[in-house]
């Protein structure tokens, strides 16, 4: 299946660090963003956009907030999104399970993590 | 009789005089005392007002500086990551070649087997000596590896500079804390008559608190707190998929 990334990071290190991961995966193509609002926006203008990685610590609007605006919207509601972020503790893993998130990587990430958690969401797709 | 009442209360009115100024008398040298208390106090006053205001107006500076420290590293993290992509388009472009080269050599070694027979007149041992360059024992195989392992370490590297990432968003934390001092050594300060607090932006400083941050990040190994994490995501998604199966038997 191919794969077109949007990736959501304030950081553009992390954002080159993921996509960096991807590539080293085989996959090829990405969409950047900067923040929540920024990625709704690209999200929604490209159809071929199949998966989101995005972070949650983000300024104008965080990466919980742009999951539940995903979900709420019927046009790209069921697309998967895995939430990669500093944020370690259970009420935020389960808050960000209950948002509707796919799955959930803690960073620093080590080199598998992607990869496991990619093939684990295709899966159960 | 009217006389004598008056009196008497005129004495008693003076006794009471009295004690007012025997009264006076002690409470005076205790108003002395606080007057010469606050004599001294005031100017030790005005210097802390003066030390917090000095401290308050280069709390811009410090949170400035540390936003410059935020963005020299990730100025250099992005340079290392264009070394590292460099790197691994060349590992790729050289693994490349390498399998190239590897199938030329086995194509040139199947011909050579083809024509061995046809050249009865050249020496054999000259024969042997050209087969013997041919690659064997494995050596692409080998070289193959190395280039992988090669990947894997520059990919190691890349994954380490999550680190910038995390510093930046530990030392957001840090300008939010200077911030909030700040804010509160203001309300301390307006309380004082005349201070002269600089606001922020009129020393022209950019203090910067925009970017979101996680207060609570570090760079360190949490593989403990992501097989935690595997494990909600694990229960979460069993006991919704147990939800729907419950929902169809409910129908």
Known sequence: MSLKFLIVDDSVTMRRIVINSLKNLGYLEFVEANDGKEALDKLLADDNINFVITDWNMPVVSGLELTKSIRSNEKVGKIPILMVTTRGIKEDILEALQAKVNNYIIKPFTPNILKEKIDQILAAA | ?251
């Open chain 2, 1 to 251: 009789m009217k006389t004598a009442t008056n009196l008497s209360d005129l004495f008693t009115k003076l006794n009471d005089l009295k004690h007012v100024f025997k009264y006076g008398e002690m409470l005076i040298p205790i108003i002395q005392n606080i007057i010469d208390f606050m004599r001294e106090t005031v100017p030790l006053l005005e210097n802390i007002n003066n030390s917090i205001t000095d401290t308050a107006a280069k709390i811009p500076k410090a949170a400035n500086q540390i936003q410059k420290v935020t963005s020299a590293t990730e100025v250099a993290t992005t340079e290392i990551l264009d070394v590292v992509d460099e790197l691994t388009n060349d590992v790729f472009t050289v693994m490349s070649l390498l399998e190239n080269i590897t199938k030329a050599e086995a194509e040139r070694e199947k011909i050579f087997t083809e024509l061995k027979p046809y050249l009865d007149k050249v020496p054999l041992e000259l024969l042997n000596k050209f087969e013997s360059f041919f690659m064997k024992d494995n050596n692409p195989e080998k070289i193959q590896s190395i280039f992988a392992n090669m990947n894997d370490k520059i990919y190691r590297i890349t994954l380490s500079l999550q680190v910038q990432d995390i510093t930046a968003q530990q030392l957001a934390a840090v300008n939010h804390l200077i911030e909030s001092v700040q804010e509160r050594l203001t309300s301390l300060l307006s309380h004082f008559e005349n201070a002269n607090i600089k606001e922020p932006t009129a020393l022209n400083i950019e203090v910067t608190g925009t970017v979101s941050f996680d207060p609570n990040a570090r760079y360190e190994d949490r593989q403990e707190e992501q097989n935690s994490a595997d494990i909600l995501v694990n229960e979460h998604f069993v006991s919704a998929s147990q939800d729907e199966i419950d929902k169809l038997f409910a129908i």
